[in-house]
């Protein structure tokens, strides 16, 4: 693991999509910690290990440092299904209300229905929440997920709307942007989210933030791969990169594992136009 992965990279240097009211940088750097109750702190869902999204010798790193911003604005996400089954999911602050996630996190194909309602911890670190946590029951995904294969990566992704805007007020939000192929081809990225194994052998690690690092290759129109380690859980994680300003600038959403390599859905101009529409719904 290099250790340019314990920073963000500061690899940007096209004109980014910048968010409308209010700096990231000037949210508190150290916000509150608040207890997780225990219903929510036990929440054990039973889920397989997806071993074939390591390759190799697992190299992520327990990012500690989840009260600091970009780690405090990706959320560890308690899915309830309407079945009474619960699953795990990342998302990330796009807009003081919503969070950026992939579509299989809210729309099961398995089940043929939405999720019941999803809890969102921003930054969680194991029993600790540093902005607290809120339940909700508001989404969108892209309107032919339904109907695509479980596994259309071009589809995959949707949005989280909250209750009130007070999280994403004090975690920051990511920025996006839709670079070029070139760009992308030349870059190292970053990906962190909330991989669901670490409940066992180690249940105290259950609900804590792993971060890894590597290069970023385009996979058709739509696709970036790369082989930063990820396992189930972390399905709606950012991979983003750093501009110059200490911003964390998403440039696809982590959605798909094969033995192969990993996948995200690229940030084109379709999604920038989504996402800009989503990001200030109230």
């Given at each position: 693991?290099s250790?340019d992965?314990?920073?963000?990279e500061?690899?940007?240097?096209?004109?980014?999509?910048?968010?409308?009211?209010?700096?990231?940088c000037?949210?508190p750097?150290e916000?509150?910690?608040l207890?997780?109750?225990?219903?929510i702190?036990?929440?054990?869902?039973?889920?397989?290990?997806?071993?074939?999204?390591v390759m190799?010798?697992?190299?992520?790193?327990?990012e500690?440092r989840?009260?600091?911003?970009?780690w405090?604005?990706?959320?560890?996400?308690?899915i309830?299904?309407r079945?009474?089954?619960?699953?795990?999911g990342?998302g990330?602050?796009?807009?003081?209300?919503t969070?950026f996630?992939?579509?299989?996190?809210i729309?099961?194909?398995k089940r043929?229905?939405?999720?019941k309602?999803?809890?969102v911890?921003p930054g969680?670190?194991?029993?600790?929440?540093?902005v607290g946590f809120?339940?909700t029951d508001r989404?969108?995904?892209?309107p032919?997920?339904r109907?695509?294969?479980?596994n259309?990566?071009?589809f995959?992704?949707?949005a989280?709307?909250l209750?009130?805007?007070?999280?994403?007020h004090?975690?920051?939000r990511?920025?996006?942007?839709?670079?070029?192929?070139?760009?992308?081809?030349?870059?190292?990225g970053?990906?962190?989210g909330?991989?669901?194994e670490?409940?066992?052998p180690?249940?105290s690690?259950?609900?804590?933030?792993?971060r890894g690092f590597g290069?970023?290759?385009?996979k058709?129109?739509?696709?970036?791969s790369?082989?930063?380690d990820?396992t189930?859980?972390?399905?709606?994680?950012?991979?983003?990169?750093?501009?110059?300003?200490?911003n964390?600038v998403a440039?696809?959403?982590h959605?798909h594992?094969?033995p192969?390599?990993?996948?995200?859905?690229?940030?084109?101009?379709?999604v920038?136009?989504?996402m800009?529409?989503?990001m200030?719904?109230q």
């Open positions: 693991m250790e992965s314990a920073t963000i500061s690899a940007v240097t096209e004109p980014l999509i910048r968010l409308g009211d209010g700096e990231v000037g949210v750097d916000p509150d910690f207890q997780l109750p225990d219903e702190c036990g929440l054990r869902p039973p889920a397989p290990l997806l071993a074939q999204d190799g010798a697992d190299n992520r790193v327990r500690g989840t009260n600091t911003y970009p405090r604005a990706i959320c560890h996400l308690v309830r299904h079945d009474g089954t619960l699953e795990e990342t990330w602050f796009i807009g003081q209300r969070v996630t992939a579509a299989h996190n729309f099961s194909h043929g229905a939405f999720a309602e999803i809890l911890v969680r670190n194991g029993q600790t929440a540093p809120q339940t989404w969108v995904v892209h032919s997920f109907g695509s294969s479980a259309a990566l071009t995959d992704y949707g989280l709307f209750p009130d805007g007070s999280m994403g004090r975690t920051g990511f920025l996006f942007h839709a670079m070029s192929s070139a760009d992308l081809n030349a870059l190292s970053n990906l962190s909330y991989p669901n670490f409940r066992q180690q249940p690690e259950f609900g804590s933030q792993w290069r970023i290759a385009t058709g129109k739509f696709g970036l790369y082989a930063i990820t189930e859980g972390q399905s709606g994680s950012p991979l983003f990169v750093g501009d110059t300003d200490g964390a440039l696809g959403l959605v594992g094969t192969t390599g990993n996948s995200a859905r690229r940030i084109t101009r379709k920038v136009d989504d800009k529409a989503w200030n719904v």
